[in-house]
């Protein structure tokens, strides 16, 4: 089941029924307000610097994702660029709150020990990437874990990982979100991995254990340890906000990146 609240009710509880897997996720439904969308569909829905996504190319997306950072050069870029991609979001809202912004603050003033950017090697992260999912195109079955792109040399004592997204356009149709109770090992991951240059092969896979559709305004919160999905879209573009969450421990501050 999803956990629905209000944005006022966010509460390290449910942030650890998510990590010990007793909900799917989080729903905050409305998080985003209707002249905040509408900004939006103003500023960022046709934003001229969009791109396609460096592992992922059938997506576009306003800013560098970390999930992108495959060599030193590209890192580098990745840092150097943060705080202008953060401020690029937030400006495509004015003059309303950028909703990943909300999202950080009630972060911060829920978890006991706060929430701040995650720094790598005392670079500050990206947080805020807006993903343009294509009509007819799905996100296939996967898996998310910082460690993958962390240089080489850095070792975190990272123990879980969450994911958030802000619907800002869900198509009438399509779009659904799914989710397996399926936390794969190292092995079983490659195992399962298909011909697509990311993700699993959905055929090897038994249908998903959960899904649910997003309304226009969502925010939802899931653990990206587990394998999970989105469907394919039609005849518009969904378009999302979306951050990691790091978890340290009860008595460490969560981190944000993208």
Not at 66 to 89: G, P
Not at 94 to 101: A, E, G, L, M, N
Not at 223 to 238: D, E, G, L, T, Y
């Amino acid at each position: 089941m999803l956990a629905t609240i209000g944005a006022d009710a966010l509460t390290p509880q449910l942030i650890q029924d998510l990590l010990a897997h007793r909900v799917y996720g989080i729903r905050i439904p409305g998080f985003v307000s209707q002249p905040s969308l509408e900004a939006a569909r103003a500023q960022l829905f046709d934003h001229p610097e969009r791109g396609a996504l460096g592992h992922a190319r059938e997506f576009t997306r306003l800013g560098i994702a970390y999930a992108e950072v495959k060599t030193d050069e590209v890192r580098q870029a990745y840092h150097e660029a943060a705080r202008a991609n953060i401020q690029r979001v937030r400006t495509a809202f004015k003059p309303y709150v950028s909703p990943i912004d909300e999202f950080r603050l009630c972060l911060d003033e829920a978890w006991p020990r706060g929430a701040h950017l995650l720094d790598v090697d005392g670079q500050k992260c990206f947080t805020g990437v807006c993903r343009y999912q294509a009509p007819d195109i799905d996100l296939c079955p996967h898996i998310d874990k910082l460690e993958w792109n962390l240089p080489a040399h850095l070792q975190v004592n990272l123990q879980a990982q969450l994911s958030v997204n802000i619907y800002l356009q869900v198509p009438p149709q399509g779009g659904e979100l799914e989710v397996w109770d399926i936390r794969p090992t190292a092995a079983e991951y490659q195992w399962l991995k298909s011909d697509r240059h990311y993700g699993i092969d959905r055929d090897r896979l038994r249908p998903a254990d959960f899904t649910t559709r997003p309304e226009d305004g969502d925010l939802i919160i899931i653990n990206p340890r587990f394998i999970h999905a989105v469907r394919p879209v039609h005849a518009s573009p969904r378009i999302t906000l979306s951050s990691f969450i790091g978890y340290f421990g009860e008595q460490s501050p969560l981190i944000f990146w993208s």
